[in-house]
Each structure stands twice: as structure tokens, then as C-alpha cells.
């Protein structure tokens, strides 16, 4: 018996890294899926893993009627949602923050904050209506809390977030609904060069290990599994929590 059996999850930004490897874990513990993503290619890869139990769609988190269009398809395909996990991000590269532009100031908070803003909008009022709870989880980051250099602005989108899983835990915890977020370290995803402003490489990645007490950047099965434990019913009793998922970083 999986440890999200019978549970269906919406996962966003599920086309690459992280949302991909949680989409495939969640169903590998029996949750029935669906993977969503602007980027269609890497939603449908995503998918085949695993497709009696992974189903693609295709939506923006930064439009309203995306996130309508996305809870009637996972209403129709599974008949209920018990799990929300907003993860799908995005950053400008590492620069003097004087040199980030409005359009790319807007674009971190649009799919950063005001897709979470969205999604839980678009999500919450059937998990209420269903009277059974339900599970939030949003992808925040260590830079919630201990911004860096020229990631100013990404990092306060994530500071929001941060402050907004608190908010809504309070929200809606009297309706059993739980809401936390993980918070992690520098990983090998897409996003791998944006943040650090180098390529992707072993050698790169060493460079960012130094002030990390366990001595090495973060896996996507790192943030994989303390999602699965999150939404799980191991962790009933949790909720208002930003799990800092980062080898001891944040200390
Ligand atoms: N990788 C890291 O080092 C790291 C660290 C801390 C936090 N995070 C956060 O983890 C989350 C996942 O990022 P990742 O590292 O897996 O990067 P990634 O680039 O591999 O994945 C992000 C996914 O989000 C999708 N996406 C972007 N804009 C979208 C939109 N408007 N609508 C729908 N989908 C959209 C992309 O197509 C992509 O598939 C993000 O919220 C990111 O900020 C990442």
C-alpha cells in the first residue's frame, strides 16, 4: 500500500525537475496525478513514466482561466483533489539587481507568488466543500529567509510565499486543510544556472558546497521525499510549517 493511496494531486510546473520528480514519486506511492506545465514536451515526458496514473495538462500558473480550465479537468479525470503542490517557478539569471528589468521583476512575481495566489484560490473551495481536508504544499526556498546577492527580488517572491503558507495554514486549518512549504537548497535542475550564473557542471556545482554543513548542494529526490511525507498522513499534525530542506544551509 502506497503512502498516498487513492489520493489525487495537481503538481505544477511538473515538466522538469522537481515537479517531475515528485509527479512520478506521488504515483509511484499510489496518488493519481496531474502534471501540469506550460512546457508541453517535458509534461508529457514526465507522464510516460507512468501513464495509468500521470495525466498531462497544459496551463500558464499565472492565468485564472487556466487554473478554472486545470480544476474541472482534474474534477473530470479523477473526481476529487486532495493535494495541491505549487511549484512551478522561475527566475532572471544572477545579475546586479539594478539590472533587472520590470518585465523580468514581473515575471518572477507573476508565476512565483501570483500563481500560488491563483492556484490556492482555484483550489480550496472544493477541497472545503468535499469536507475531508486536504494538503498544500509550496515550493518555496532557502532564499525565503537568507536572501543572496543578485537574486534579490526572486528571493523576496519566495519571502511571500513564505509568509502566505503561514497566512493560509491559519486560513484553513479549522477546514483540515493543511498548508507548509519547502524550503531548498541549490539543486541540478533548470533552474541550476539562473541562480548560481554558471553553467550547469560537477565542477560548478562544488563551488556552492562551502557553506553548507553536510557539504553538498541539494537532489531533487531531497525535495521529492519531504514532499511525499508532507502530503502524507504521516504528517497529519503539521501545517504553517517552511521545511528547510538544505544540508543544514540556513542555521
Ligand atoms: N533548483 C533549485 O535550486 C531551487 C531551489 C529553491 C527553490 N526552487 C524552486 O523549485 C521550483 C521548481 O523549480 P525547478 O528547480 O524544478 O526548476 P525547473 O526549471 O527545472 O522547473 C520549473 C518548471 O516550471 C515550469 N513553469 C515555469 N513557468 C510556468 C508557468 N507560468 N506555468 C506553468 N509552468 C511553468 C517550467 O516550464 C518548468 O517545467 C520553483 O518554484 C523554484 O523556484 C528551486
Given at each position: 500500500?502506497?503512502?498516498?493511496?487513492?489520493?489525487?494531486?495537481?503538481?505544477?510546473?511538473?515538466?522538469?525537475?522537481?515537479?517531475?520528480?515528485?509527479?512520478?514519486?506521488?504515483?509511484?506511492?499510489?496518488?493519481?496525478?496531474?502534471?501540469?506545465?506550460?512546457?508541453?514536451?517535458?509534461?508529457?515526458?514526465?507522464?510516460?513514466?507512468?501513464?495509468?496514473?500521470?495525466?498531462?495538462?497544459?496551463?500558464?500558473?499565472?492565468?485564472?482561466?487556466?487554473?478554472?480550465?486545470?480544476?474541472?479537468?482534474?474534477?473530470?479525470?479523477?473526481?476529487?483533489?486532495?493535494?495541491?503542490?505549487n511549484?512551478?517557478?522561475?527566475?532572471?539569471?544572477?545579475?546586479?539587481?539594478?539590472?533587472?528589468?520590470?518585465?523580468?521583476?514581473?515575471?518572477?512575481?507573476?508565476?512565483?507568488?501570483?500563481?500560488v495566489?491563483?492556484?490556492?484560490?482555484?483550489?480550496?473551495?472544493?477541497?472545503?466543500?468535499?469536507?475531508?481536508?486536504?494538503?498544500?504544499i509550496n515550493i518555496a526556498?532557502?532564499?525565503?529567509?537568507?536572501?543572496?546577492?543578485?537574486?534579490?527580488?526572486?528571493?523576496?517572491?519566495?519571502?511571500?510565499v513564505?509568509?502566505?503558507t503561514?497566512?493560509?495554514?491559519?486560513?484553513?486549518?479549522?477546514?483540515?486543510?493543511?498548508?507548509?512549504s519547502?524550503?531548498?537548497?541549490?539543486?541540478?535542475?533548470?533552474?541550476?544556472?539562473?541562480?548560481?550564473?554558471?553553467?550547469?557542471?560537477?565542477?560548478?556545482?562544488?563551488?556552492?558546497?562551502?557553506?553548507?554543513?553536510?557539504?553538498?548542494?541539494?537532489?531533487?529526490?531531497?525535495?521529492?521525499?519531504?514532499?511525499?511525507?508532507?502530503?502524507?498522513?504521516?504528517?497529519?499534525?503539521?501545517?504553517?510549517?517552511?521545511?528547510?530542506?538544505?544540508?543544514?544551509?540556513?542555521?
Amino acid at each position: 500500500m502506497g503512502r498516498l493511496e487513492g489520493k489525487v494531486a495537481i503538481v505544477t510546473g511538473a515538466g522538469s525537475g522537481f515537479g517531475a520528480g515528485i509527479s512520478r514519486r506521488f504515483a509511484a506511492e499510489g496518488a493519481k496525478v496531474l502534471v501540469c506545465d506550460i512546457n508541453q514536451a517535458g509534461g508529457e515526458a514526465t507522464v510516460s513514466s507512468n501513464p495509468d496514473l500521470l495525466s498531462f495538462h497544459k496551463m500558464d500558473v499565472t492565468k485564472s482561466a487556466d487554473w478554472k480550465a486545470t480544476m474541472d479537468a482534474v474534477l473530470q479525470k479523477f473526481g476529487r483533489c486532495d493535494i495541491l503542490v505549487n511549484n512551478a517557478g522561475w527566475s532572471y539569471t544572477n545579475k546586479p539587481t539594478t539590472d533587472v528589468t520590470e518585465e523580468e521583476f514581473e515575471r518572477t512575481f507573476d508565476v512565483n507568488v501570483k500563481g500560488v495566489y491563483l492556484g490556492c484560490n482555484a483550489w480550496v473551495q472544493q477541497a472545503m466543500e468535499r469536507k475531508e481536508g486536504g494538503v498544500i504544499i509550496n515550493i518555496a526556498s532557502v532564499g525565503a529567509t537568507r536572501p543572496r546577492a543578485g537574486l534579490v527580488w526572486y528571493n523576496a517572491s519566495k519571502g511571500a510565499v513564505w509568509n502566505a503558507t503561514k497566512g493560509l495554514a491559519l486560513e484553513y486549518g479549522p477546514h483540515q486543510i493543511r498548508v507548509n512549504s519547502i524550503c531548498p537548497l541549490v539543486t541540478g535542475t533548470g533552474l541550476f544556472s539562473a541562480f548560481t550564473g554558471v553553467e550547469d557542471t560537477p565542477e560548478n556545482r562544488q563551488k556552492f558546497v562551502g557553506n553548507v554543513p553536510m557539504g553538498r548542494i541539494g537532489e531533487v529526490d531531497d525535495v521529492v521525499n519531504a514532499c511525499v511525507f508532507i502530503a502524507s498522513s504521516e504528517a497529519s499534525f503539521i501545517t504553517g510549517v517552511n521545511l528547510e530542506v538544505d544540508g543544514g544551509r540556513c542555521i
